[in-house]
């Protein structure tokens, strides 16, 4: 039983597409998250849902934009892929904000050409 | 401005011995502690957390001890393991912004 899965695990596209990466949790959790790993592996928080809403919107350029149909779902979309976006994107999950542990899914490395 | 940081990026120790990571912080605002554990092509995974009112956890084989005047956790492993290697991930929060600041990580290898 995968607790938080992300799909796809690899994504490799051409600068100036759109792609999207989506996330589930199966833990009845109300908070879901994006993380970014760049490649000097700062781990940084990108967005996060409580209960379907934003609450944790970092300065992200408005190219990504999360959606969260409902509180297992928490999908990324990026527009105009730009040679920069190339990273790991972890979803994560808590059962509320802090004072709780995450849990991170496997990750999705996005490499853009 | 990195206000979680791990200045070590990696450390090696013998099977058996103590395993010490070291993470320091900035913000004395900060009131929630975590350490993570990550395994190449794997999300972190949680191992244990402590909050600003204690300075010490403890959970099995890892210990967590904080000290606030000198803005610094630390998070020992004893007896270190083979399957303990991997990178260290420690995360701060403030109570009531909702997000984790994540160090850099410390890549912990233990020699058999």
């Known amino acids: 039983d995968t607790a938080v899965s992300q799909t796809p695990k690899y994504l490799v596209t051409q600068m100036g597409n759109d792609k999207s990466i989506k996330c589930e949790q199966n833990l009845g959790h109300d908070t879901m998250y994006w993380y970014k790993q760049d490649s000097k592996k700062f781990l940084k928080i990108m967005f996060s849902y409580n209960n379907k809403e934003l609450i944790i919107n970092e300065t992200v350029p408005n190219r990504f934009s999360p959606k969260s149909p409902d509180k297992a779902h928490l999908n990324l979309h990026i527009n105009s892929l730009e040679l920069g976006d190339s990273a790991v994107y972890f979803c994560a999950s808590s059962q509320d904000t802090i004072g709780y542990e995450q849990f991170f899914g496997p990750g999705t490395r996005l490499t853009v050409l | 401005d990195q206000q979680v940081k791990q200045n070590s990026p990696s450390l090696s120790v013998q099977e058996g011995r103590i395993s010490i990571l070291n993470c320091d912080y900035t913000?004395?605002?900060?009131?929630?502690f975590l350490w993570y554990k990550k395994y190449p092509a794997e999300g972190p995974t949680f191992l244990i957390s402590?909050?600003?009112?204690?300075d010490k956890n403890e959970d099995g084989r890892f210990t967590v001890f904080l000290n606030k005047s000198a803005k610094h956790l630390s998070l020992h492993i004893v007896p270190s393991q083979p399957g303990d290697s991997a990178v260290y991930f420690c995360a701060a929060s403030v109570s009531g912004t909702y997000k984790y600041i994540f160090g850099t990580g410390t890549r912990l290898k233990v020699l058999a």
């Open positions: 913000n004395s605002m900060f009131d929630y």
């Open positions: 402590i909050s600003s009112i204690k």
